[in-house]
């Protein structure tokens, strides 16, 4: 049997292009969407070289949610599995004084990904099948002084996911939550991240297409963020408020 | 962050950048002199640079590939063993590969890297169709034998310094199948060895591991190691279905780094008989499959942590014909003589070679790891006099500790080499610790 299309959206980050490598590995073949998608080409023929899957490549704007129905009607093939790896940090200095950049934080993170996630979710419902798998993270379980324009999207969306898990758990359309901790990617180069928490882009994606397999609902990326985000959680606000972390 | 290379020393503190374009790369070299850095298994210093180190991890797609030809078009970050992973299933394999497959395309432009097949098809350069360099100022230039000639001749085996490989253009080798059938022989000492390897000019491939320890008439006694790739003739009934895959095995890893000294006279002295023995059982003729033919080493990661937190230090030398059989025979002397052996000593007879700064020499070369202590050190400052006296050259992708004065005394191409990253205006754009330490 041949493997299922995977769609990849906001396919230019390293994220994206791990887990699409990971996916062409297996045998699927692989729709790319990004903004800006002609520079996609050469990830398109890579992917092809490496693991001779067939690659289309398609422009998709996570902000342009008027788009989102007509770019899922145009794709050549309803994906079985489509993975969001939208999102964009910005700085959060920058977040807090510049109040439109914020919002451009937000709706990257979470209202792109969402509307992209409903219009496809509703088609896997009607065909009875498919895999959402939602890039959230840990940023999200609780807001920080140091992150929480972008964390406060990711929660958005991380409650989401659990909520379009639990519409869908009756349409046999499986979604997974996929909660990394630090990654070091083009959007974390510049932060000094502690190295036994930092995960490389492909162990993201060999996180994903095992949690896929096993249909997992909520995994984290190096495991020890469970923990992590456990004792972080838990902080009495009243002490909480007063930390630096 | 810190620093070294597959050694494990030196180690340095250096900023390293990971660039994602072009654009990027001319910004690093703007910020000054700085050394491209592949997957980091140069065994020394060469990819490191203290103050711009930049890794090209990003540069690492596949652009085109040509299947009548086996042309590969890759950017410089590629590694090998994906290369092979991607055109084995195909029927192509590299047609010259160093002894791991974690070596980016880029590294093995720089090391000019060589095979158990050097003395049949030289060393790496010899299936670089073209290769894309950013010079110091910025410019990319295509360089192919017959473009730029001069700077495609210092870049193969300039170790990074005349610029920074961006693409790289090689031809790949048609293969039936995935195995190799290699004939294993058993030489009783160093004669016997060199005997042997002159007896096997005909054979695609050949390599022996040798017994640095023993003395007397078994001084030098090696299990050479013959290979050809193997036709679907060759196969038995279960591998022809797919002649070009093997069954993956699961990769070991070396879990902790062990105290030093675990690795001392006594162990290797008891490893090396055990080898020698295992060889000697193992003799004749046998199919293997391609990742234990050639990168036996690369099915233990971390392997390097074996030597300790100290690291450890290779020496690969390269004699002139003339003078292997007594140059050879005087660094074994020395090398049992301080009872310090190496697990992985290596024997190779290297063909004719082309390049100007490329390390073989029609000969043959002697491949060595030694823990890095006051004691190896010495020893290894011996084997280089002996080497010098000997008329032959040192590899500088395994060089971490050599001076200036012994690479100047050891290849006299070294001053032209310093004087052709003037002319290309290099000098002042392209530096690692060891082009540092060694003034080129």
Redesign the interface.
Known sequence: MSKGVVLVLGARSDIARAVALRFAAKGHPIQLAARQSESLSKDKTDIELRHKVPVTVHEFDALDVASHAAFVDALPELPRIAVSAIGFMGAQAENETDVELAIRVMRSNYEGPASIFSHLATRFAGRGSGTLVGISSVAGERGRATNYIYGSAKAGFTAFLSGLRNRLAEDDVHVLTVLPGFVATRMTEDMDLPERLTAKPEEVADAIVKAVAAKRNVIHVRRIWWLIMLIIRNIPERIFKRMKI | MRLSGWGNFPVHTAEVS?P?GEAALVSALQKGPLIARGNGRAYGDSAVNRLNTVQMRRFD?????DADSGLLVAEAGVLLG?VI??FL?LGWFPAVTPGTKFVTLGGMVAADVHGKNHHKVGSFRSCVSWLDLMGADGQVRRCAPDRHAELFDWTLGGMGLTGIVLRVAIRLTPVETAWIRQETRIAANLDAAMDLFEASHDATYSVAWIDCLSGGAQRGRSIVMLGEHATLADLDRKQARAPLSVPRKRPKSVPLTPPAGLLNGLTVRAFNALYYRNGQRNAGTRLVDWDSYFYPLDAILGWNRIYGRKGFMQFQCALPLERSREGLTALLKAISAAGAGSFLAVLKRFGPQDGRFSFPVPGYTLALDFPVTARTRRLMERLDGITIAHGGRFYLAKDSRMSAETLRLSDPRAEAFAQARKDFAARESFASLQSERLAI
Not at chain 2, 61 to 65: E, G, P, Q, V
């Open positions: 990971a994602d797609r596949m652009l085109s590939f994906d992973e991607a299933p």
